[in-house]
């Protein structure tokens, strides 16, 4: 079996797996990343993408909007790129509460949120499709931040200094060598391989799924997992992040989020055996569209594309399993200490908002274990990208030819990294996803520099498949350029689209209604009834005649 | 109301037969996105290949009496489709069948579907021979053109028992310079392509390339973007040229295959001397009683259209013949009584590619066997007949039956209209 050795084990590859790992590979720590499906495949990339400035937790969690702003305030600058500084609003309807409006403006001012309060007027001038209705407005520096890109630009960094990455690898067990944990017995997902990772620690940062990495090295951890249903309408119907002023509930805000807006959340408890099989209910998205048209009347007539589910990874800290002790901060348990068990570390709660906190914490003990003194950077290194504010202008000028909506979707999505990705040949900027203007150039950049297995990984590096058509022309293509760019066999190819349509189909059926019927009425006709993909045997002889 | 496959097979009868027609149309019909085969019954309930579709509807019929193919009958099918071959073929299109069989046709993924007609480019009695020959084959693009990928369709063919022994090999050919700077060649969609090839310049120039890179291949099998208006002559002109049959393959939308059949029956249409109104879309009519007096248009500025009969061929939810809400399935020009699920989660399959098919596939206005809706509030609209996508109870998808159903039904109705029916 083959045997990888290194110092640190990472654990997950949603943020605060990847920000982990580029914080120990900038305080020059040897790391290998490990993650079962693709980076920000499970909660990181099943949130509504909210850049919170804190002002959603004041009233109820001070800690936790603290820790936002402060967190807010870094990423505008380390992460440009993934990041749109659009500011946000706190709305009060009618039927609201409308004391709870004089209490955010107190509670943020407690916790150092900037929070300021506008005319109704001037509410609806920023925001033109708010309810007019409203009978007061906040503005707080609340903006959006892309999950995918986020958590990307922190693996491509380590990678770039030095670190491992093997995604689509399952943690099959903690190899435990006396009372410490030694590695992770490893299996590759795709061709089956197994091998061993032997680390002097190991970070789990798997979120949701540690407890049953926890079980496999004898440590009890509980996790109580939470579902969070979100809904995306096909227009991005508001510029500015729109939060309901109440108590915080189902549906409360409306994130704008590249070419599209998104409608959040709900909160419904789940079984921690289910978690890998969560679905969106089909009262939950009756209950979102309902809260969302109260905000912006518009989205009762926009066209919803789709709904997509989180489970929040709430742990119980202490060994009390009641569920009193449940905490929604950040957790950090050093297993040495509270199982002894030596060379694990689990990093578990806090939010996409403080990804890059809990990665210093995590770090932090690592480092103390492993008795390396660097410091950390991360709150003042540029992740790749957002090196330089991205200057359209400049970019335009400079990639004189191509057109400009091209230059502007690569420079939205890679930042700086614009330079390596576009260049003046008719191929490399030919567009592949016309919905998302997603070019070849992009798509190659993306199969041999970000970690991309298949197409839906592509997905998530590029946007490809994600706008009105869902992927009707662009995922056959896609297809064709894995074998064109020798990162996948014919066969390979195929199949990953079956598995791309399929997936793209799980978040379009519960509102296959309108024109998402429409749409996928022509997908199902094109890639069945022109294609005949959903006949394609992938082994010998299939065909009986 | 319908340009698509099943309204100007009706407007065409119609036309011939002496009664006069006007057919109102939104914009491109689901033939710029099909094979470009006409299929007729390709699949049976068990999903398993129908090799002899006549006879397999004539027992079909009896047991699924509210199937559209089971109002017309297995003979009115056929008659309806040998009359559509003779049509076509008066605009220069040849229909190929196999006798009373199905033949093959090749997907962009290498896969095979069972279809009753196709264009020569695609089917035709030396395609059978150099087939049955175990001919070579070369699978040849456009290097560079986005919509195609050869590798992915030949590994799927390799694997196919049918075509086992035969060598297939992929090849490049490069798109001839006619320069147009403002464009990307690399962005071009079968259309941009077709529309080059619709004149002669670049024939020989091509001929030259498919020669070189088919090697000793008997066929150059391509993705269909070989030219709209002309291809017939150009088809013979390419196959003299390189002494090898060109071999066509349905492409992502648009279809050039589809195309030429839109074009071929639109120009049929008008030749007969029928109406053809473009861009405008019916939004409602006025009932008296059991008859439809008159249709209203969004461009017609309030003005009547009236007819003795009418004929609803807006299609599928695709099209816009059904509309589909939160929670039901409505007929959006005249609110016509349809057949669905009420539960929503009820209109789809788990998968997105089931064996069982989609459900909502199978939506449509419900009608008599004279293809008479009924209003929602129960009545029955004697002139108006419903036909095409719009009908439920079959599933093209699943049967590979969509042409065969819209020719057929919008055969039947201009029978039932001649016939004096209403």
Redesign the interface.
């Known amino acids: 079996m083959k045997r990888i050795e290194t110092e640190a084990i990472v654990i997950g590859g949603g943020a605060t797996g990847s920000g982990t790992l580029r914080d120990l590979t900038l305080r020059g720590v040897r790391a290998v990343l490990v993650e079962k499906s693709d980076i920000a495949s499970g909660t990181t990339g099943r949130n509504h993408g909210l850049l919170h400035s804190g002002a959603r937790y004041a009233v109820n969690d001070l800690e936790s909007a603290r820790e936002c702003i402060r967190e807010n305030k870094i990423l505008k600058k380390i992460a440009r790129h993934c990041i749109e500084d659009t500011g946000g609003l706190f709305v009060t309807l009618p039927e609201d509460d409308p004391s709870y409006h004089g209490k955010l403006i107190e509670h943020c001012k407690y916790a150092g949120i900037r929070c300021e309060e506008i005319s109704v007027q001037e509410a609806l001038r920023v925001e033109p499709n708010l309810n007019p209705e409203i009978l007061a407005a906040l503005r707080v520096p609340d903006g959006t931040i892309d999950p995918f890109r986020l958590t990307s630009a922190n693996v491509l960094d380590a990678q770039e200094r030095g670190a491992s990455v093997f995604t689509h690898t399952e943690v099959e067990g903690v190899l435990r060598e006396g009372d410490r944990a030694a590695g992770v017995r490893c299996r590759d997902r795709r061709t089956g391989e197994e091998f061993e990772i032997y680390g002097e620690i190991i970070v789990n940062a798997s979120g949701v799924w540690g407890q049953h990495l926890c079980a496999s090295a004898g440590i009890e951890l509980r996790m109580f997992p939470s579902k969070g249903s979100m809904v995306i309408i096909d227009y991005r119907i508001n510029n500015v992040v729109v939060n309901r002023c109440r108590v915080p509930s189902d549906g409360d805000i409306i994130v704008p989020s590249d070419t599209v807006s998104l409608i959040g959340t709900t909160s419904k408890k789940v079984d921690y055996d289910r978690i890998d099989e969560t679905t969106v209910d ?1 009262d939950e998205i009756a209950t979102l569209l309902e809260s969302a048209e109260k905000l912006i009347p518009n989205v009762s007539r926009t066209r919803v594309l789709r709904a997509y589910c989180g489970v929040r990874p709430l742990i119980a800290v202490s060994g009390e399993m009641d569920g009193r002790e449940i905490s929604r901060g950040i957790v950090l348990i050093d297993h040495e200490k509270r199982d002894a068990v030596g060379g694990l570390i689990t990093i578990a709660g806090g939010k996409l908002m403080t990804y890059r906190l809990m990665a210093e914490m995590a770090t932090d003990l690592a480092c103390a274990k492993l008795k390396v003194g660097k410091k950390c950077r991360t709150h003042r290194t540029a992740l790749p990208g957002s090196e330089r504010r991205a200057d359209q202008a400049r970019s335009v000028k400079f990639f004189t030819g191509i057109p400009n909506s091209v230059v502007g979707s690569t420079l939205y999505r890679h930042g700086h990294r614009i330079r390596n990705i576009l260049h003046r040949e ?2 490399n ?4 996803c016309e919905c998302e203007m997603v070019t ?1 150039g992009e798509i190659e950049y993306a199969l041999k520099k970000l970690n991309v297995k298949d197409i839906v990984d592509l997905r998530r590096r590029t946007r490809i498949g994600m706008g009105p058509c869902q992927g009707q ?1 662009c995922a ?2 896609a ?2 350029l894995f ?2 760019y020798d990162s996948a ?3 390979e ?2 199949k990953m689209l ?1 598995d791309f ?2 997936e ?2 799980k978040g379009i ?1 519960p509102v ?3 024109d998402a ?2 749409e ?3 997908c ?14 992938f082994t ?6 | 109301m319908g340009g698509g496959l099943s309204g100007l097979t009706c407007g065409i009868r119609l036309q011939e037969k002496g009664a006069r027609c006007a057919v109102i149309s939104t914009g491109m019909s ?1 033939l710029h ?3 470009g085969s006409i299929d007729l019954f390709g699949y049976n309930g068990h999903g ?2 129908v090799y002899r579709p006549f006879e397999y509807l004539d027992e079909f019929a009896g047991s699924n009496p509210r199937h559209p193919y089971a109002f017309c009958g297995a003979r009115q099918v056929r008659e309806a489709l040998f009359y559509f071959r003779d049509q076509l073929e008066m605009e220069d299109i040849e229909l190929y069948n196999n006798e009373e069989s199905n033949h093959f046709h090749v ?3 290498g ?3 069972p279809t009753f007609f196709s264009q020569r480019s695609v089917f035709n009695e030396k395609v059978r021979l150099a087939f049955e020959k175990r001919s070579k084959i070369a699978a040849l693009n456009f290097e ?1 053109y ?4 050869p ?2 369709a ?3 063919l390799r ?4 075509f086992r022994n035969i060598e297939i090999i992929s090849g490049k050919i490069v798109y001839p310079d006619y320069g147009d700077p403002q464009r ?4 071009y969609r079968s259309v941009d392509i077709a529309r080059i090839f619709d004149t002669e310049r670049y024939l020989e120039d091509l001929a030259g390339q498919i020669r070189n890179a088919a090697g000793d291949a008997a066929f150059a099998a391509m993705p269909a973007f070989l030219g709209i208006t002309n291809f017939k002559r150009h088809h013979q002109l390419l196959q003299q040229l390189t002494g090898l049959l060109i071999y066509e393959i ?1 492409t ?2 648009p ?1 050039i295959l589809g195309m030429r059949i839109d074009n071929a029956l639109k120009s049929r249409f008008a030749a007969l001397g029928g109406v053809y109104i473009a861009g405008d879309t019916v939004t409602g009519g006025n009932l008296a009683g059991d008859m439809l007096e008159s249709i209203v248009t969004e461009n017609g500025g309030g003005s009547a259209l009236e007819a003795g009969s009418f004929v609803l061929a807006t299609g ?3 099209s ?1 013949g059904l ?5 039901r399935v409505r007929e959006p020009v005249f609110g016509l009584m349809v057949h669905s699920h009420a539960e ?2 009820k ?2 399959a ?5 064996r069982q098919g ?1 459900p ?2 199978e939506y449509g206005v419900e009608t008599d066997e004279n293809l008479n809706p009924l209003t929602d509030d129960g009545r029955r609209i004697k002139n108006l007949y419903c036909t095409g996508a719009l009908l439920p109870h079959y599933n ?2 699943k049967e590979g039956s ?1 042409g065969g159903v819209a020719v057929s039904t919008g055969y039947r109705a201009a029978e039932l209209i001649l016939s004096g029916n209403s």
């Open positions: 089909e008719k191929r900027y030919g567009l592949i070849e022309l056959y293509r297809a064709g074998v064109k066999t014919s066969d190819s195929n079956v349509l399929e793209r189909w059926k296959l209604w309108g019927l429409r996928i009425e022509f199902y006709w094109i890639y069945q009834g022109l294609f005949g993909l959903g006949d394609v045997r010998e002889e299939g065909e009986e005649r | 689901a996105f099909s094979s398993r290949t997907t962009t993924l896969t095979l579907k560079g986005r919509d195609f990928y590798e992915l030949v590994i799927n694997r196919n028992v049918l990307n060649p690399f962005e349905p992502l939308p279809s599928s939810f695709f816009g509309v589909s809400e939160f929670s929503r989660s209109w789809h788990p998968e997105f590619f089931p989609h909502f596939l093209p998808i969509g």
